[in-house]
């Protein structure tokens, strides 16, 4: 699904370059759960920044279910990512001003689907994450794991072929984070990618595979197999 | 999708209350302010529009050149202009000659009945006017002597019906007209607003000589106003230049004994409200710079308000930007959320709208009182008024809601989800800008409205030379015969006998009004005739001169010691300088010629205030004529005001049977002058505080999100040690900065605007610095207490909290 090759990101201020991503290599299976790691700055996020095609990288490869997308402008990225791809963001990232349905409703629109449809798929994922009761609750009226619950709600509704989660837990507690967790799980093993970056150890072996970043570059890759004990 | 805009629309306006009413308040007062302007600009500006063939009537005016010198402007001319001109130029296709004419009398159920506006009219009129005729013809309504067409409420109140055509018409003065037409009441915004308009043929029997000379043929009388209709597609500056030759033949020979010489142009029919303000003028005209100051302040409150916009929601945009990144990271397009911000704009321009309507409402009484102008709720009916509020609208939408559009959809979501978002440099230089703007449009119009506040004081304060407290002035009889003058002197007496009169005198005019005699061909008996000048000149009666405590420089006063008085002159300061004398006493004794008598000069008086300070002085002549036919001035003393008034009717009324008693308060007429610029003052200082009002609306909420985006700045600040006002001077130095550099805008624009302004008056007062330090000061004073509502929150809020909500 995910094919990058060589790829480099820089950030240029006006007095300094920083290189971000250095000749990064990976690839992604279609079913697989990736979890990134690594220090504070080592370019976890930039990576998934550019794999969810939020960002550009400044040089290599990156092809997406076939696609190479290195090059694409924002209208084409907007319209490659819309549908393929699910965002979970640590702070969430819900629209203050909407209700939890609407919220999950909006990339529905965005797709243009009809209101019966609309409603109908945003209510069987909200009981699918158990948060239909407070559909009509703004985000600010939720707890912090009841909102990550409608964040994954609103990644999912559009059924995507890839969800990037950039440290889910990350301002939970530990009982709504192994929920959480519990969840991406869920939706992985129903056959959706899954590329989460987190700093948790405890939460990157829930992944089948965990690659390990250090200063822009990927320094260790390995196979996870202790999932089945941590649950 | 727009359900989902409106949604969010609508929740963000609820959700921040005071940044929603700023915005919709100070739109609301814009489109208010700029609407009721507006509506003032235009029916100013409709002056004589409604006349079919406005575009090509124009009006005769008349320049006199003394020595090659303009002397004096006219918005009369010649009697034969008309004829002649059309008779030698091919391009006039008609002409109309207006000749204004007192007051007259008519008798209704025995009851003296005062009509005014009586004008004299050829029978072209109602052909190239557009003035509606009801009843008559409009070929030939005023084609024969003695007949007149009047109003419809004319016709009402005399003859109780408006179907009058046919009826015959007695007035004062022993003539008898018969009505041939009877029109409409004339709309306010027109000029000539006759009720009662007789034939000219009528005019030109009554003063056609035995000799046959008529008005027809007089090139050296002037006082008619005369209207050329052109030919369709003719070239007014063509058929202008045209003129000189003619007016050569006509009177040529004449001026040139007096090194004197007229010229006539032509002037169109719709400028001559804001255009014009020359001798004769049948009613009095607009200022048009003043109009078009009004439509700068109505602009400047309209912009002010949409920069409080772009303000706000540019600033705010940093509140938005989560919203932006989410949407573009599950899909949205660019121009989705461009459409999407756009569509905010709409729904705040709309809800300003909305309540502008409502204040419109509540306004409207109130700026009818302040602007003077006839403003009724009929405006709501008015497509005009209706188009302006949608050009409103939609320019409001545009120009208040593309840019922060465009701008908030530019976040980019890596950034903003990342809480990386800082304002853009060049986002924070044009809201600097906007605000540089508004607090020089908000001095700007401070300062106008401190020059104009002060030269209305100083016009009303001046003293004008002469005293016209406590003087009560009676309108002159229309009804008179040969007993005139030992009736007037008989109701002198009379009313001398009463103890709280004190002087009574009779003049052809009073102060207030212009000289409307101008006697041109003066000269000392000493020069020749190229040396004449015009002056103006006002027949006095022996008390005139002490009634008013005219300052004598030189010589004497009339006085019936000295008999023959009738050939004196006394002349005031300009006078006797035009007339060649620095020194007023070398002035005394010396003989003019007036009209063909030699007159001898035996006083001098200082000059005073004929008219409002807007005019300068005038060289006068005052000639005393016992038997003068005007105005009765009465001097009254301390107390019993109401009752020597019913006194003075008493007396007028046997004196004067079948004349109505008018009478009118000397100083409150005179300053019925200044009514024009009183109330240009006010509208200019309304407007002004609301321009103030919505800039402060506008610089609060920049305040408020300047304060919240350094909350965490002035966190760190403090817990490094910072103090309060150390603190609050941080806040402050930005909007100081901004001040000053209005300021610097302001003043070159504002002090170049006001004395242009100031240069329509002929005593005016002189710039001060402090009509623009004041201001200033005035408008940081404004904007440091608006800035510290949130600005003391801020510096004084605990750092603990800022920076742990970081």
Redesign the interface.
Known sequence: MIQIQNLKKSFRTEEVETLALNKVNLSVEEGEFAAIMGPSGCGKSTLLNIIGMLDNPTEGSYKFAGHEVGGLKERQRTELRKGNLGFVFQSFNLIDELTVFENVELPLIYLKENKSSRKEKVMKVLERMKIAHRAKHFPHQLSGGQQQRVAIARAVVTNPKLILADEPTGNLDSKNGLEVMNLLTELNQEGTTIVMVTHSDHDSHFAHRIINLFDGQIVTESKNRAIGAII | ?FK?YL??AW??LI?NKVYSWINIGGLAIGIVACLLILQYVVFEFSYEDFHVKKERIYRVQQNRYDNGKLATQWAAGAYAVGNSFKEAIPEIEEYVKVVETGDIIVEVNNRPLKIKEVYFATNSFFDVFSYPLIYGDSKSVLNEPNTAAISETTAVKIFGTNDVVGKNLPISGNRTYKITGVFKDMPINTQLRPDFLASYATYVGMNTNEDGSSPEDAWAWDGCLTYLLLQRGADPTQVEAKFAPIVEEGVGELLKRFNASVEYRLQPLTNIHLDANYMMEPAPNSDGKTIYLLLGIAFFVIIIAWVNYINLATARAIGRA??V??????????T?LIIQFFFESVLFNGLALLLALLLMLIALPFFTKISGQPVSYDLFIDAKFWFGLTALFVSGVVLSGLYPAIVISRF???EV??GQMGTTSQGALLRKGLVVFQFAASLFLLIGSLVVYQQIQFMRDQSLGIDIDRTLVIKPPIATDSTFTSQKLALKESLLKYPAVKKVAVSSIVPGEGPGDNAGGIRLLTQDDSEQKQYRFIYVDYDFLNLYDAELIAGRGFSEDFGAERVNVVFNRKGIEQLGFDDPEEAIGKQIDFWGEQCTIVGVIENFHQQSLREAYDPLILRLNPDVYGYFSVKMGAGQITQTIAQAQTEWNTFFPGNTFEYFFLDEKFNDQYKADHRFGQVFGVFTLLAIFVACLGLFGLASFTALQRKREIGIRKVLGASIPGILGLLYNEFALLLVIAFGIAIPIAAFTTSRWLQGYAFRIDMHWSYFVLPFLAIVLIALVTVSFQTIKAAMANPVKSLRTE
């Open positions: 999708m989902n949604k969010i929740r963000n959700k989560k919203e990144g989410i949407r573009k990271t599950i899909g949205s397009k660019r989705q980019r979501p890596v989800l990342k």
